[in-house]
């Protein structure tokens, strides 16, 4: 069931699974290494990177930290605000 937009809402901007892929790719990580380093298995790691499944904030904390990255390279710091238009 779809919720109508209201007034100022704030919109939370995609989380976007391929920074999170090329990320690990450079740092030279497989899936199953990232996976036990964040304390997920390997397969949330797969669905991550695919945009089957979003990290919770703790996890994607955890990613950024595992990865050694400023966590706005895999998650957008702004949001913005849906004005019910």
Do not use: Y
């Amino acid at each position: 069931m779809c919720r109508e937009p209201t007034k100022n809402r704030p919109v939370r901007i995609p989380f976007k699974g391929s920074a999170l892929r090329a990320v690990r790719l450079i740092s030279d990580l497989t899936q199953a290494e990232l996976a036990r380093e964040v304390g997920v298995c390997q397969s949330a790691i797969f669905m991550f990177e695919h945009g089957r499944r979003l990290p919770s904030t703790e996890i994607q904390r955890r990613l950024a930290a595992a990865l050694k990255v400023d966590p706005s390279a895999l998650f957008p710091a702004e949001t913005k605000t849906d004005k019910g238009e």
